[in-house]
């Protein structure tokens, strides 16, 4: 979509947006992603994090910041 003077705009939900993907192989179990969260979409199940709430995500990267084995990568999808 254009607008004015060939200013392209990009709907929202064509945007690339990054989210955390857990390296299982790496995760203790620690908890702490899941802990520090501002959006609470991250839970444990099974000792591995997951993000049950993915449409939560707002892409902050303090799960990948905070995690002491770098067991989370953000990721485009
Ligand atoms: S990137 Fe931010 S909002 Fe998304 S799961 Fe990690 S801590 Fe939560
Ligand atoms: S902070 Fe890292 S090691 Fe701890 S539960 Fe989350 S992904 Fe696993």
Known sequence: MTTG???RVVETHWR???MPAVLETRCT?????VEVCPTQCLAME???P????PLDC???TLC???CPANAI???VV
């Open 16 to 18: 690339g947006v990054e």
């Open 73 to 75: 990568e953000m990721r």
């Open 58 to 60: 707002v892409s902050c």
């Open 29 to 33: 179990g620690c908890g702490w992603c």
């Open 5 to 7: 003077k060939n200013r």
């Open 50 to 53: 997951s993000l049950p709430r």
């Open 46 to 48: 099974a000792h591995l």
């Open 64 to 66: 990948a910041l905070i």
